[in-house]
């Protein structure tokens, strides 16, 4: 693969790392603000990172000994995609199945990222005779940078969310976001494993 290539799917995974939390970390943020019911928001929360912690004892595994790490994660991502949208119908029935549903992919979606990184930043030191962990922990490097400015925005739309009460403005601006990293996550990608 060349390094032009392994740059590109090294950005693009970051990339989508970057969209789905940039709109993930403000509704999480706020949950308990954004819904009429504060203890729905809290309970989605809740059951989201508890099937998250379940997952992470047995799913990674039985699925990657199955499945490729980069569709693992275009599945993982999709369960994110139903959360964010039950926000849209913030009843019991629409962001419980969804919360939990993203809880027990996130453990899967993780595991899946280090493993794709790892191989790219090792098959890239290979290629070109270097040393694999400087090479493994630059790929980390640059796949955190983006990770991590996700939560400043994040954090930064929750502020202007929360300084703003007019809840027709709210749904206007997490539509905004939403079909933002839709457009991003799903834009037709062809490349190399």
Do not use: R
Not at 52 to 71: G, T, V
Not at 149 to 176: C, E, H, P, W, Y
Request: charged fraction near 10%; charge should be positive; include cysteine.
């Amino acid at each position: 693969m060349s390094t032009i290539t392994t740059y590109k799917n090294l950005l693009i995974i970051s990339l989508g790392f970057f969209l789905i939390h940039a709109a993930f970390f403000p509704i999480q943020n706020i949950q308990a603000s954004l819904h009429k019911d504060p203890a729905l928001g809290f309970g989605s929360l809740t059951a989201l990172y508890a099937s998250a912690i379940i997952s992470s004892c047995f799913l990674p595994n039985l699925l990657m000994a199955k499945f490729k790490p980069k569709i693992l994660m275009i599945i993982s991502m999709s369960t994110f995609s139903l959360y964010v949208f039950a926000n849209f119908m913030p009843v019991m029935g629409t962001i419980m199945p969804a919360a939990i549903l993203f809880g027990l992919s996130t453990a899967v979606m993780w595991t899946c990222h280090s493993s794709y990184v790892t191989t790219i930043a090792t098959n890239h030191a290979n290629s070109l005779n270097l040393p694999k962990d400087p090479v493994v922990s630059k790929f980390f490097s640059i796949f955190y940078v983006l990770f991590q400015v996700s939560q400043i925005l994040g954090n930064g739309v929750s502020s202007a969310v929360l300084m703003n009460v007019n809840k027709d403005k709210v749904k206007v601006l997490f539509t905004k976001v939403i079909l933002g990293t839709w457009k991003y996550i799903w834009k037709p990608y062809s490349g190399s494993e």
